[in-house]
């Protein structure tokens, strides 16, 4: 939703969705908000908690069924096995996206891999489409005053107009846009440590025949797992920023990671939210 900083600060029920690439600061800023009055919706931790939940674990079983002790006990139903999501620890996710490449080292087929890309856009997309429902019941069962949706680094993959409509009609749109300097230290630290990644379908589409024809590999299962995605982030990066300006231009606003930064406390948070909707 559009308002003026005056309707903003007189709003007595502040709604805020946080947009931007993972690492951007998103969870940071959410976290130094007061718990007491603000409720912390986490996408990822509805995704995976709530939506991916069963595939998650079915996916974990299948792993522990190739060791025969495990086995053994699964089928028995003499032990219990299911993911441990947080929201600080979001890796089953992580885990169940999986990546492409070379299945004696861990990776996936590319039917298999697209499989679970399309598991993960509709959850995300009904993770979000969650959100005023749950500002409905935050506020009715347990009083929260405000309520901040903390959304996903993909939200703007998910090619679903509808679903930024019902984000905007129910929430102040805060995009954070990465800096110079910290989308170096993002992009390095994704080559250094690559994690799976959520890509839509048509930019995989095109990414990958390019990467397997740069690097002379005749099939996907060739491809080194962790290859592939450091090679692609770099892209992904810069084909994910005019996307989240666009949803900012359209429907929010627009503040710099390097503002967000130092943001301490609720004060300077709603100072920066005040700047933000003026300018």
Known sequence: MKMSPREFLDWETKRITLL???????TTLADKLPKKT????SGDYRIGT???DEPISDNIKIQAMEVPFLRELLQSDSIYIRSNITVDNLAPISTFLGKLGDSAKGGLSLPEFKRRQALHRQAEINAMRDVPEFIRKVDSIYGYKNFINDAGGSVCEL???ETLR???EHTVILYIRTTPELE???IGRAKKDPKPLYYRESFLDE???LFLEEKGYRDVSEIPPDEFVSWVFPKLFRARLPRYQAIAEEYGYTVDAGEIAEVQDEEDFLRLMEKALAR
């Open 207 to 209: 990414q990958l025949p």
């Open 38 to 41: 603000w409720f912390h919706y």
């Open 159 to 161: 090619d679903d107009p």
């Open 20 to 26: 931007g690439m993972s690492g951007v600061g998103k």
């Open 166 to 168: 019902i984000l905007a």
């Open 184 to 186: 170096n230290l993002l």
């Open 50 to 52: 709530r939506y991916l």
